[in-house]
């Protein structure tokens, strides 16, 4: 049986009983809310975890797994990507948003207001709040199709106090994957305003060709010292509750920032577990990434197709990034919010774009990383509610 | 084979393979500095995690899984102690110091200081500046050899701006459990100067009879109302490199106060394996801890006899609970660290009782969950030094 079939066999029953968040927060809906994947992570990932259990590593993380994990990042970087970042500047942390927490913290200046292209992962939105710190939310602007940033905008921002350029590349939830000439024209803006970037590079092993994951940091010095990176093999391999992530240092000052006990409290919460499954998913897990990527690419296609035939009004561009598909609901004649219609009329759970920012109003938040009847038959359910509305 | 049998033939070879923190920060000496058990976990908490792996649990944290946290918490806090909690006001969180640090920002007086017990377990001494808070240690007292709260003391310390007292019971690093009327003293002082607390309950699981431990917040409505209590199986159990815990609220405020997102942040970095762990722990782990317990029980009696016959200079008063040994070196005619001769001169690796606060200069923290053979060998060396030392 192929992989493309094993998944497709995956069915919701199957789903709830496993009761993953996405299948039991919402019981009566299809759970395409929240970015986790519907499939078990790679083998190797879970055998790893389980013959670390054996082993007895359930005590205080100790330094060598942790270097372990960091020089299987650097590996992956370099192999993937072709950035050669030292593994000493790798920095375990639970999750990215204990990293930007810890950067709006410690790296920027006391005070400055936090710039963030939306629409945007959800608790980018909300986190600067509750640092005492003013989010100022840039939309991202549509060009031949394809959402870019608004270059005007970040740049008055980050000229009227904004100190951390919030990036997101791989982007959730657009889905773009950025090319060098766009981020180096970000970098060109952030340098001339002395501010920093905090990049959000988590779904970066999920590009689906021809594009490719170039990380911000390594497109020039400039760019190297002004940036934090925040990288995690939890997204693609289905281990966001594992909680390890890594922290990429590129510059001496943030080194030496990173040795204050009270920033690198930062890596505290790291679980064992959670570093041995991205070791092993960085080192082992390439192979089983391949096969998913292209069953997830599928999806992608699928989805576009069905929508074309059932819902064409609503708006979509495949992502070249990421399993998530940002869905434009304005023209399909909803009152109020989309998503609550479609959780409650279609039975299909998905995240309001408004959650996303104020540039997310009217669209919808889909995880396509799910077995595709499934998404068919999200899809067909949604497409029945419209029709039912209409013929009210 | 009897579990005494094979906890004593664990050896220090397969100790170093495993690759603990304990036994591989300081490769030439006997870890004995960082509290964590050199025994493998209950086979039931183990087969739980490898079981939630192979069941696909690497995902978002489902309600389900935190709620049989709670409940499973609740069945032992209820079973052990005595104490009806409802499972609601339960909450998960990584670890007890994010509960602390949560607590110092969320739930005391915005600037007031922070009273501390000490000597004090290494973290609660250096995490309030940390939060901008300063830490005001109010030294135990000796009462017919063991140690006692100085009553007038956090009195003072209250009176004088100290918005939180921490208590740590049982007392790492000073093994007490607690009666209850000393408990009630501490919290009639505490209700009268209108102060909180957070007590560090980490240990619970770990006391040997006839001491009985009793929860802080269920010694009174007051005590109830002024406290937040932080629990865990990662102590007991061994686990806490896979972070979770339980912080236990029990007044309405609190609850509402837990409820803003910035609080209930607390909760954001527990991992699922951590979790799962803990149900386990406290459901299907009792028998294999009265077994550990008897080894530990027998380790504390050890660790005195074999003092009193190498080393009869060095303090020591056998723990109530935890299996944390503290240990008097001032008479022993050492100059400047304790810690560092034994580590350097007798290769045993302790914790400097400086660490734990002034009122711990010229003392040492031993644990002692480690195979007797080993706390045999760790006394030899130690013995070894002194003489050596002495001969000079």
């Given at each position: 049986?192929?992989?493309a079939?094993?998944?497709?066999?995956?069915?919701?029953?199957?789903?709830?009983?496993?009761?993953?968040?996405?299948?039991?927060?919402?019981?009566?809906?299809?759970?395409?809310?929240?970015?986790?994947?519907?499939?078990?992570?790679?083998?190797?990932?879970?055998?790893?975890?389980?013959?670390?259990?054996?082993?007895?590593?359930?005590?205080?993380?100790?330094?060598?797994?942790?270097?372990?994990?960091?020089?299987?990042?650097?590996?992956?970087?370099?192999?993937?990507y072709?950035?050669?970042?030292?593994?000493?500047r790798?920095?375990?942390?639970?999750?990215?948003?204990?990293?930007?927490?810890?950067?709006?913290?410690?790296?920027?200046?006391?005070?400055?207001?936090?710039?963030?292209?939306t629409?945007?992962y959800?608790p980018?939105v909300?986190?600067?709040?509750?640092?005492?710190?003013?989010?100022?939310?840039?939309?991202?602007?549509?060009?031949?199709?394809?959402?870019?940033?608004?270059?005007?905008?970040?740049?008055?921002?980050?000229?009227?106090?904004?100190?951390?350029?919030?990036?997101?590349?791989?982007?959730?939830?657009l889905?773009?994957?950025?090319?060098?000439?766009?981020?180096?024209?970000?970098?060109?803006?952030?340098?001339?305003?002395?501010?920093?970037?905090?990049?959000?590079?988590?779904?970066?092993?999920?590009?689906?060709?021809?594009?490719?994951?170039?990380?911000?940091?390594?497109?020039?010095?400039?760019?190297?010292?002004?940036?934090?990176?925040?990288?995690?093999?939890?997204?693609?391999?289905?281990?966001?509750?594992?909680?390890?992530?890594?922290v990429?240092?590129?510059?001496?000052?943030?080194?030496?920032?990173?040795?204050?006990?009270?920033?690198?409290w930062?890596?505290?919460?790291?679980?064992?577990?959670?570093?041995?499954?991205?070791?092993?998913?960085?080192?082992?897990?390439?192979?089983?990434?391949?096969?998913?990527?292209?069953?997830?690419?599928?999806?992608?296609?699928?989805?576009?197709?069905?929508?074309?035939?059932?819902?064409?009004?609503?708006?979509?561009?495949?992502?070249?990034?990421?399993?998530?598909?940002?869905?434009?609901?304005?023209?399909?004649?909803?009152?109020?919010?989309?998503?609550?219609?479609?959780?409650?009329?279609?039975?299909?759970?998905?995240?309001?774009?408004?959650?996303c920012?104020?540039?997310g109003e009217?669209?919808?938040?889909?995880?396509?990383?799910?077995?595709?009847p499934?998404?068919?038959?999200?899809?067909?359910?949604?497409?029945?509610?419209?029709?039912?509305?209409?013929?009210?």
């Amino acid at each position: 049986m192929s992989t493309a079939q094993e998944l497709d066999a995956i069915g919701i029953e199957r789903l709830r009983e496993a009761g993953s968040l996405k299948w039991s927060a919402f019981p009566e809906a299809i759970g395409a809310f929240v970015a986790e994947m519907d499939f078990p992570t790679a083998p190797a990932v879970a055998d790893a975890v389980k013959n670390a259990v054996d082993a007895g590593l359930t005590g205080y993380l100790p330094a060598a797994v942790r270097t372990r994990m960091a020089e299987a990042t650097a590996r992956w970087q370099r192999d993937r990507y072709g950035w050669e970042v030292p593994p000493e500047r790798i920095r375990p942390v639970p999750d990215v948003l204990t990293a930007l927490r810890t950067t709006i913290d410690f790296f920027t200046a006391a005070g400055s207001a936090i710039v963030l292209p939306t629409p945007a992962y959800m608790p980018f939105v909300t986190i600067p709040a509750m640092h005492g710190r003013e989010t100022v939310e840039v939309p991202m602007l549509v060009e031949g199709g394809r959402h870019v940033y608004d270059l005007d905008g970040i740049d008055r921002a980050l000229a009227d106090g904004g100190g951390l350029l919030i990036l997101c590349n791989p982007y959730n939830p657009l889905g773009r994957v950025f090319e060098r000439e766009e981020l180096e024209a970000v970098a060109e803006i952030v340098e001339r305003r002395g501010a920093r970037v905090f990049s959000d590079e988590i779904h970066a092993p999920l590009v689906f060709a021809p594009h490719r994951h170039v990380p911000y940091a390594s497109i020039s010095p400039a760019a190297a010292a002004h940036t934090i990176t925040a990288a995690s093999a939890s997204k693609a391999w289905n281990l966001p509750g594992l909680k390890a992530a890594q922290v990429i240092l590129t510059n001496d000052a943030d080194v030496e920032m990173w040795a204050r006990p009270e920033v690198a409290w930062a890596e505290h919460g790291t679980a064992n577990l959670g570093v041995v499954a991205a070791t092993a998913a960085f080192d082992e897990g390439r192979d089983w990434l391949e096969e998913t990527l292209a069953y997830l690419d599928g999806n992608r296609r699928l989805l576009g197709d069905l929508l074309a035939e059932h819902i064409p009004a609503m708006g979509y561009r495949a992502p070249e990034g990421t399993y998530i598909a940002w869905l434009d609901a304005r023209d399909l004649g909803i009152d109020g919010s989309p998503a609550d219609f479609f959780r409650t009329r279609a039975g299909v759970a998905m995240t309001d774009g408004i959650a996303c920012g104020a540039a997310g109003e009217g669209y919808l938040r889909f995880i396509l990383a799910t077995p595709r009847p499934i998404i068919e038959q999200a899809v067909r359910q949604m497409a029945d509610a419209l029709r039912d509305h209409a013929a009210r």
